[in-house]
């Protein structure tokens, strides 16, 4: 389901639920609950998603609350950043890293954390949202309210509106197909918000790496990384793999 909307995707997932009840393989007592990944930031009082650069149409949903009460079961929301770190030590770059930083290129920019193995998620969730640091004061306009944050440079927003295509309707893989000279201007500009953003991070958080992953296109991340280093002399730049693939799609083999 490509730009999914709350009511459609709630649907979705309640009808593979009752799929799944079909299979008969199914141990359901390992069943615990549901996780749903989103993009942050999300609202102290609430936890839904909040701001333009979220998902379009999704702003202000209570996720947790509906599906917990179309399904029955109980739900876990965390936000894309911070599921993508963990999976990365799971399965990725990071499964020997006990701290490290993965910034995640998404429609906006957030940052997943771990200190001595241990995800930092900070009082509402919201640690990471790296997308809203000022590393341009007086720079562009932000839907916060400040100006010059990091994601109005370094983002897919961005890049779909440097290389002509609509935020609001473009795929992270229509990049590719857009005209190479576009990308690569986009990335020239984004290189100093970028290097001074890292830099922040590895000052703050003094982490063995920094991984760089997310929505963006495989080929496209490589280009940036590329253009990133020499970052500073004791930071790592990662190009996070392609995990995603590792999650079998028969759900029973999960809950064997
Ligand atoms: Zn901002």
Redesign the pocket.
Known sequence: MQKPQPGATIAMITQQLLDMKQQTAIDWRKMLGIGIVMPGPFGVEGLSSEGTTTLHGWEHVDIVGRLSAATGWPVTLENDATVAAICERFHGVAKRLDSFVYLYLGTGLGAGIFTDGQVYGGHAQNAGEV??M?VRPDGRQ?????RG?L??YLSLQTAWEACGLDPLTALPEDLLKAPAAYFDRWVTSVLPAARQAINILECVFDPEAVIIGGLMPQPLLAKIVLRLSPCCARCAVNIALPIFDEFNPQYDVLLK
């Open positions: 997308g809203h000022v932000c839907y916060c309210g400040n944050c994601e109005r």
